[in-house]
């Protein structure tokens, strides 16, 4: 089945320094994959996307790869800002699917 | 914008009593969605709802029944509360297809004691 594994959080850090948060799948297929960001008190929303092998999602300074040969698509941001604290979900999409398959969470805290 | 709405926002129930969920959107999406949200678990999806008038099963159902009689709007029902059931709900809608984002509601947070 679809499934994906984030590394565990928390993660502190300070700003200015920079942040990768490991995203693993198992798909079958070539599914879509994406990275969730949930500030506090607030709901998901899209941060960055990418359907298919090589492809880089970016928005906001972070980016993440599309890797088909490690099945990977690791989160990054060179220097994060007290106002990235929240929540990093991965997500994968399959390709005939509209049911996302969701990272249990990664919890960042910035401090300044 | 409005995007997606859910009520209420809070809510405390004891053990055996019944309430719903309700979600508003406004964006003409096909499909619909309820998740739950507990530590460390992630997102696991209750229900779902891929137009008007249907509904199905996802992963952890048991407990919930949902509705889906007009478009903008998907109900998530729970006729006798367990403390099991303490968690964030949350509602998302979309196109469809794995390539369509998905857009949420901020939550509802529920105790059941």
């Known amino acids: 089945g679809n499934s994906v594994t984030q590394m565990e959080g928390p993660v502190t850090l300070s700003e200015e320094a920079f942040l990768t948060i490991n995203c693993t799948y198992t798909?079958?297929?070539?599914?879509?994959l994406f990275w969730y960001v949930q500030y506090p008190g607030e709901g998901l929303q899209l941060l960055l996307k990418?359907?298919?092998?090589?492809d880089k999602g970016s928005n906001k300074g972070f980016e993440a790869t599309y890797r088909k040969e490690t099945t990977s698509f690791h989160l990054e941001k060179g220097s994060v800002q007290v106002s990235d604290s929240a929540v990093y979900f991965c997500?994968?999409?399959?390709?005939?699917?509209?049911?996302?398959?969701f990272g249990a969470g990664t919890t960042v805290t910035v401090r300044a | 914008n409005a995007g997606v709405t859910q009520t209420p926002k809070f809510r405390v129930l004891k053990t055996g009593q019944s309430m719903t969920l309700l979600c508003a959107q406004d964006?003409?999406?096909?499909?619909m969605y309820w998740y739950r949200q507990d530590p460390g678990m992630g997102l696991r999806l209750i229900h779902y709802?891929?137009?008007?008038?249907?509904?199905a099963k996802g992963e952890v159902p048991d407990g919930y029944n949902v509705s889906r009689l007009k478009k903008q709007n998907f109900l998530l029902g729970l006729e006798s509360a367990a403390p099991s059931q303490t968690s964030v709900y949350f509602c998302?809608?979309?196109?469809?297809?794995?390539?369509?984002?998905?857009?949420f509601g901020n939550g509802t947070r529920l105790t059941v004691t």
């Open positions: 964006m003409n999406h096909e499909y």
């Open positions: 709802s891929v137009g008007e008038g249907t509904t």
């Open positions: 997500a994968l999409g399959p390709p005939n699917d509209y049911k996302l398959s």
């Open positions: 990418a359907t298919k092998a090589d």
């Open positions: 998302a809608s979309s196109y469809g297809t794995g390539f369509s984002p998905l857009h």
């Open positions: 798909a079958t297929g070539y599914p879509s």
